[in-house]
């Protein structure tokens, strides 16, 4: 059958597209502990709840991804000998890339400092404990815990939803990532040279599990 044209416009018409620039992100902690904290603002001296600023980074997140699927297989002989065929024995998940431009206030960057320093207190000194707490003559003071230890996964974690938008404003696709945390939160280049790009905080996000729509 010859290529029509006709019929591939009309196919497009019919079904539309998806654009990449259409869509939020949102996230929502399980255990309300962290949501309780507060953000100090280095500009007035005012604090900013965990949970404001949570809200506040849908709006700020101007780069984000789609999981990816990736199949462990190994080769095996068809029939025991000639060419090989891979079959599967396991799966993965491929960790997602957040961006975010960071306010005035800095408290997008302070959002994910804490996050992290809940996870695994890596803020440490010889008489501190992480920014939660401290220890003084052995004792933990202010609810805090010992720096270098990590939080159990069911305090620190996350359901993080993708949703991508239509032309419309119709939600096609909503990825949903459960018991998602940070692992990594990337170095900021800043230049003299450059006037007329904004601070972007680019995080990497692992989690257990995904589903989509449902």
Do not use: H
């Not at 938008?165 to 990825?175: A, C, E, F, R």
């Amino acid at each position: 059958m010859a290529f029509n044209i006709n019929d591939f416009k009309s196919k497009f018409e019919e079904t539309g597209v998806l654009q990449t620039n259409k869509y939020d992100v949102t996230i929502n902690f399980e255990n309300t502990a962290l949501q309780t904290l507060s953000i100090n603002n280095n500009l007035g001296g005012s604090t900013s709840s965990f949970s404001t600023v949570q809200d506040d980074l849908t709006y700020r997140c101007v780069a984000a991804s789609i999981p990816g699927l990736t199949m462990r297989t190994t080769d095996v002989n068809r029939y025991g000998v000639g060419v090989l065929e891979k079959m599967p024995f396991s799966a993965n998940y491929t960790d997602i890339s957040l961006s975010f431009i960071c306010d005035r206030y800095g408290n997008a960057y302070n959002f994910w400092y804490l996050w992290f320093n809940y996870i695994f207190g890596a803020n440490g000194e010889e008489t501190k404990s992480n920014v939660f707490g401290t220890i003084q003559d052995g004792a933990v003071g202010n609810a805090g815990r010992s720096f270098y230890t990590a939080e159990y996964k069911d305090n620190y974690a996350a359901t993080i939803a993708i949703n991508v938008y239509d032309t419309q404003g119709l939600n096609p696709i909503k990825v949903t990532l459960r018991k998602a945390y940070p692992v990594t939160i990337n170095d900021v280049a800043l230049s003299w040279t450059d006037n007329n790009n904004l601070i972007k905080l680019n995080t990497q996000i692992t989690f257990r599990e995904w589903d989509l729509n449902n």
